[in-house]
């Protein structure tokens, strides 16, 4: 196979760009979708603006935050506003810069002469060239993608990147004059899915492929969890999903044990040196916060006071 040639590389990163801030979003989606094991009863089941006390240090809070741009979620409640408006920073999973956006890019195509063709099968493949297609990625594009990549991006809905809640956020911090801090880098977030074997980042793609036309119910469903302040419900959502198969189960727990546990360990650590300056808001996925293995249980296992305010 020829290795790509400068126009098609430029091809597919033009391709890619508008749709690299998405990354995040993409995440959440394909969590919800991918899940499918039992949601026992959880500690910090509901609730998604939590205050942290401890170690001297005045007040923070933690916020859980879903990667889409409804109105409905980007209205922020009135409490989460306030403790915004006097927090000291703005801690976020990863920013989304320029910079942040052409590594991304780059990560999300082949560079050694690879296509998604010849990773995943024509019949895969035309599959997925087909719904490509509809989100405005031509063929041509399209095949210079990693697996992992075009299941993410058929797994979130289209929306205005910009107006996700997220960067809705980050906004009004930096209009306030704070500073944002990130607690990974892209490189980090992007690990968690090239650390699958690829054989499972095809399996990621073809699930999202299958169950594309029911992504929109189900990421509405998660939606109106969210706004319930739900975290149980939202986790139980995605159980429709793996249709019980012993192959789903070992890979939803492989690719959550990524998702969630591994970055889980990491934001807490990194979140340490926010919160002892004081009045950190710290903005993550709502679903990193649920259970025992969530942030917030780890929080408190480090010595901090753990609250919800709403």
Not at 53 to 62: F, L, S, W
Not at 121 to 127: D, F, I, N, S, T
Not at 178 to 192: G, I, M, N, R
Not at 276 to 291: C, D, N, S, T, V
Request: neutral net charge; glycine residues 8%; charged residues 25%.
């Amino acid at each position: 196979m020829e290795r790509l040639q400068p126009p098609a590389f430029a091809a597919a990163v033009q391709a890619v760009a508008p749709v690299c801030v998405r990354f995040a979003a993409a995440a959440l989606a394909a969590l919800v979708l991918a899940w499918t094991l039992p949601a026992a009863a959880q500690r910090f089941d509901r609730g998604l603006l939590w205050r942290v006390e401890g170690g001297g240090a005045q007040p923070g809070h933690v916020f859980g935050t879903i990667h889409v741009s409804d109105p409905r979620v980007t209205q922020l409640p009135a409490a989460v506003t306030r403790e915004l408006n006097e927090a000291r920073s703005l801690t976020v999973e990863v920013g989304l810069g320029t910079t942040n956006i052409l590594t991304l890019a780059n990560r999300m195509v082949f560079l050694d002469g690879r296509d998604l063709p010849g990773t995943v099968g024509p019949e895969l493949y035309g599959k997925t060239a087909v719904l490509a297609e509809k989100r405005g990625i031509p063929e041509p594009a399209l095949r210079l993608f990693k697996p992992w990549a075009v299941a993410l991006l058929l797994s979130v809905p289209q929306q205005e990147p910009s107006e996700v809640l997220d960067h809705v956020l980050v906004r009004a911090a930096t209009a306030q004059g704070k500073p944002v801090h990130e607690l990974e880098s892209v490189d980090e977030q992007v690990a968690t899915f090239e650390g699958l074997p690829e054989s499972d980042q095809v399996a990621l793609l073809r699930r999202a492929v299958d169950q594309h036309e029911r992504m929109p119910r189900t990421i509405g469903r998660v939606i109106e969890a969210y706004l319930a302040r739900d975290l149980a419900a939202m986790w139980r959502i995605g159980e429709e999903s793996g249709e019980g198969s012993v192959e789903a189960k070992r890979l939803n727990e492989a690719f959550a044990r990524r998702l969630l546990d591994e970055r889980n360990t990491r934001m807490v650590e990194r979140m340490q040196a926010r919160l002892e300056e004081g009045r950190a808001f710290i903005a993550i996925g709502a679903l990193h916060l649920y259970g025992e293995r969530g942030v917030l249980a780890a929080l408190e296992r480090r010595g901090w006071r753990v609250t919800r305010v709403h």
